[in-house]
């Protein structure tokens, strides 16, 4: 039997129905923006309820929806499971988020971390990594869209990709940070109703015997417990989950625009949350060969077999699961990059002097010019959903190291952060293209702690945690040495 499809028509109505209502929510809730700080951070009033949703939401992404089957489809319980423990990430990340709300109540991103407590050397290292990363992602999440209305409907990839870029940029643009919460509480709804509707039936229309008779049959492999691949992903997932959410201003931003006492309980309730999704998603993989179904590409899988297992209706529920899962992440990024791009590079780099209505409209013109830059980026499909996160992983990983310690001992220098960052990233590159992109993350990680761990030992620095209350708004490029 074919797959089913959404109709061209119904596509393109999903899309313009949606697209309007995240884009004039965005403007309504735009309405009470009156300072940076509202702009960016909501105020820094974000409470408990709406802090936990956009955790969860922004974290179930393409590649919970998308990647999360690809990966069971390749590497089988263990894609499944591995891709699971990206949990310990917002888990793990629920005490920085404390303790980085107490050092820095006026901090803005994670940048002004890095550049009140190493100094400029370590600082444009970072920014160096964390922009590579968040392109990474941007891409990934453009091209999810993409394959999203592909795999669903007969419109073409480049249509779902500009769509969903689209909507996203005007919706941000239109509301900062305040309307990407807002609308991260009501996707997160919608996606986890989706996802436990999918799952059920999946297990009923085609039945866990079945399933398990097909991949022993088709693909053994896939449910070996001692796949070297697979196994080897499964650790570097895990640092590589820990350093997408350690180093990214997208979870520095929330730590900073929660409520006192908040960010900790969120981030560790939205983990717990999380954690099993991704395994439900990834479960849907194994039922392909049962249902005959080989996609053209592994990254379109999730939304194949949703589509056949629940018809022309089932397929729509899925295009709108996906796309808010996207649109989650997405208006995250892009305000979080945004924030990043505006206060650290701009401000910190090219104009220190601007003043705060000025630096505001500049915000809003760096997140459209992402968008497009995004867009530009995702108009030749160059490789999987999959792949492409992965070998941001190597830029990630080397940042966990630098952060914990730079968090909670006051020993590292900026010299020996920064190389660990720059070593740490180039060793997990290597590892990406001589052996594969289930390692990078985890070469990444290992070179990274060692040479920190040299580096504490070779010099010991006493660094004053109270540098790093200043507000980073009125501070100009620092210079100071180790």
Known sequence: MDI???????????????????????????????SI???????????????????????????????????????GIWGMIGYSMAALGLILFAPLA?????????????????????GRFAWIVFLIVSLFYAFGWLVSLGMAG?????????????????????????????????????T????????LLGVLIIGFICIKDVGLEPIYTSVSEESPQLLNLLFPAAIMFLFN??????????????????????????????????GLLWLPVPIVTGFVALSAPALGIYP???????????????????????????????????????????????KDIYKGLINPKVDEQNLLKASKYIIVSLGLFTWLLCLPKLTTLGELLNFTGAFVASTIWPIVFGLYYKRLSG??????????????????????????????????????LIGMYIKDVNFEWTRLNDKPSNQGVLNHVD
């Open 4 to 34: 089913v499809t959404i109709p061209v028509n119904w596509a393109l109505a999903i899309l313009v129905v949606f697209g309007s209502l995240w884009i004039l929510f965005g403007w309504w809730l735009g309405r009470k923006n009156r």
């Open 37 to 75: 700080d509202d702009f960016m951070l909501a105020g820094r009033n974000v409470g408990f309820a709406f802090a936990s949703a956009t955790a969860m939401a922004t974290w179930i992404t393409s590649n919970t929806t998308l990647v999360a089957p690809q990966l069971t489809y390749q590497f």
């Open 98 to 118: 404390a303790r980085i709300k107490k050092l820095m109540p006026q901090g803005y991103t994670c940048g002004d971390f890095f550049r009140l407590r190493y």
């Open 146 to 182: 993409g394959i999203l209305l592909s795999a669903l409907s007969g419109l073409d990839y480049h249509v779902g990709m500009t769509a969903i870029l689209t909507i996203c940029v005007l919706y941000t643009l239109l509301g900062g940070l305040r309307a990407v919460i807002a």
């Open 184 to 191: 991260d509480f009501v996707q997160t709804i919608i996606i």
């Open 237 to 270: 997932n895990i640092f590589f989950g820990i350093g997408e959410i350690f180093h990214s201003n997208v979870w520095w931003s929330r730590a900073f625009a929660f409520k006192e006492n908040i960010g900790k309980r969120a981030f560790l309730l939205s």
């Open 296 to 342: 053209p590409s592994a990254d379109m899988i999730g939304p194949m077999i949703a589509a056949k297992l629940l018809g022309t209706v089932g397929a729509v529920f899925v295009f709108i699961v996906v796309f808010s899962a996207l649109a989650s992440s997405l208006d995250s990024l892009l305000a979080a990059t945004s924030d990043l791009v505006t």
């Open 415 to 452: 010299t020996a952060a920064g190389v660990a960052m720059a070593l740490g990233t180039i060793f997990g590159l290597i590892g990406y293209f001589t052996i594969g992109f289930y390692v990078a993350a985890l070469i990444s990680c290992v070179f990274s702690l060692l040479i920190c």
